[in-house]
């Protein structure tokens, strides 16, 4: 059977696909595997976990198949397996009266491979999904098992690490209180809204935007009675992302308080996403600071956009140290783009966007479509030497990036 991601757009070139059922045999298939990748839920817009050796999915490790997520009251934090979801991890931390500070806008995404990416959700004071990790338990190219925690002078190289050092087995994640969110939709926001403005007006504030009309998904803590810019109205009933598409799938709106983990994402976890995949995807994040003036070139570009375009999402996220986060060292605006499935069609596009961003100094999502190639700090290379001198994890994506 073909083995392809999410979208349909990546087929993986494996010539062999392993589900082991232990971490013996995990470490046994990398020690003896010429080339080896890890994949997780395959929401990946790119070959970023491609290869052409043995690819390895977690989703028989006893610890995954169970659910089973070890949770640290007293420090709190919780271990949780690789290849858990979002979704499965949030049931279970809720139901335990902790929570994650932030999840990215589909709970179905496994939890590796999103911190291994970079993904994120929106606050302003919301960091990174990968910025909530404390530790790593991964195994290495000759089969060892290794852990590394916050504080280790390689921690900050070893997160957002894009499979280059190993095949990560569980997490350690910072926990909070549970806490509850309330979800509106506010319509009509005008073009001349404050950036800052809005983005503070919520815990979690996302801006869907078709570069003419926009639309703001605020969560917050408390009620809100109107929206909260002249002009804008709440919107009367569920709305979905994409304007028109039916909003089934998605979380509950119109202000009705409910758990952290049904609020935060866009869409429920007991649903899958309504596009089912029939999408591409590419996403910028630029400096907080020039934010306003890239999305007023992005305004200006949005008749060569829309042809393509499905909807684009606008969110805030905090910085990190993490060294390929793409919100490394600066508070930063994620900039979406939810194309049509049509690669010839959407790459020259995605170009253009590229072109108007460069002034910007745009980091991309490593999960997600681009064309250019963005620098990569000097000590990942070196780590990734360090951890993998025979290129056991190397692919032509990390090739690329390197500049190998």
């Known amino acids: 059977m073909t083995l392809t991601n999410w979208a349909g757009n990546t087929t993986f070139r494996a010539r062999n696909v392993h589900h082991p059922a232990s971490l013996d045999e995990l470490r046994r298939i990398v020690a003896r595997g010429e080339r080896v990748r890890a994949l997780g839920s395959g929401h990946s817009f790119n070959d970023v976990a491609d290869g ?11 610890e995954t198949r169970t659910g089973g997520v070890e949770i640290d009251t007293a420090a709190a934090c919780a ?35 999103s ?13 990174s999904l990968s910025a909530a990790v ?3 338990d991964l195994v290495t190219a000759d089969g060892s098992a290794v852990s590394v925690n916050r504080g280790d002078p390689d921690f900050p190289g070893m997160v957002v690490a894009l499979g280059a050092l190993g095949v990560v087995t569980s997490l350690t994640l910072d926990l909070v209180p549970a806490f509850e969110l309330r ?23 996302s801006l869907f935007t078709d570069w003419r009309a926009t639309r703001a998904w605020v969560k917050r803590r408390d009620e809100l009675e109107r929206a909260p810019w002249p002009g804008a109205r709440l919107a009367d009933g569920p709305r979905h992302p994409v304007p028109g598409m039916p909003p089934k799938s ?18 429920r976890h007991d649903a899958p996403p309504s596009s089912a ?19 007023r070139e992005l305004y200006a570009a949005g008749d060569r956009i829309r042809p393509v375009l499905q909807v684009s999402e606008v969110r805030a996220v905090a910085a990190d140290d993490l060294w390929l986060s793409p919100f490394r060292g600066r508070d930063s605006i994620g900039v979406h783009f939810t194309w049509v499935k049509d690669p010839a069609a959407v790459l020259p596009v995605i170009e253009l966007v590229e072109d108007v961003l460069a002034p910007f100094d745009p980091r991309p999502h490593w999960g997600k479509l681009f064309t250019r190639r963005y620098p990569c700090p000097d000590g990942f290379r070196e780590l990734v030497g360090r951890y993998d001198p025979k290129g056991v994890f190397g692919n032509a994506f990390l090739s690329l990036l390197l500049g190998e």
């Not at 052409?52 to 006893?62: E, F, Q, S, T, Y």
């Not at 202000?255 to 952290?260: E, F, L, V």
């Open 115 to 127: 911190v291994a990416t970079g993904t994120h959700g929106s606050g302003e004071r919301n960091q």
């Open 79 to 113: 271990r949780v397996p690789a290849g858990l979801t979002y979704a499965r991890l949030a049931t279970r931390l809720h139901a335990a009266g902790f929570a994650l500070a932030n999840l990215a806008s589909l709970p179905h995404i496994s939890v590796a491979g």
């Open 250 to 267: 998605c979380t509950a709106q119109l202000g009705a308080p409910g758990p952290w983990h049904e609020r935060l994402p866009h869409f």
């Open 183 to 205: 979800q509106y939709v506010a319509e009509d926001v005008p073009a001349d809204a404050g950036l800052d403005e809005v983005m503070a007006s919520g815990y979690s504030v």
């Open 52 to 62: 052409p050796g043995d690819l390895v999915v977690l989703d028989r490790l006893p």
């Open 277 to 295: 995949g029939d999408e591409l995807q590419s996403e910028f994040a630029l400096p907080r600071a020039v934010a306003a003036q890239a999305l």
């Open 134 to 136: 404390r530790g790593l």
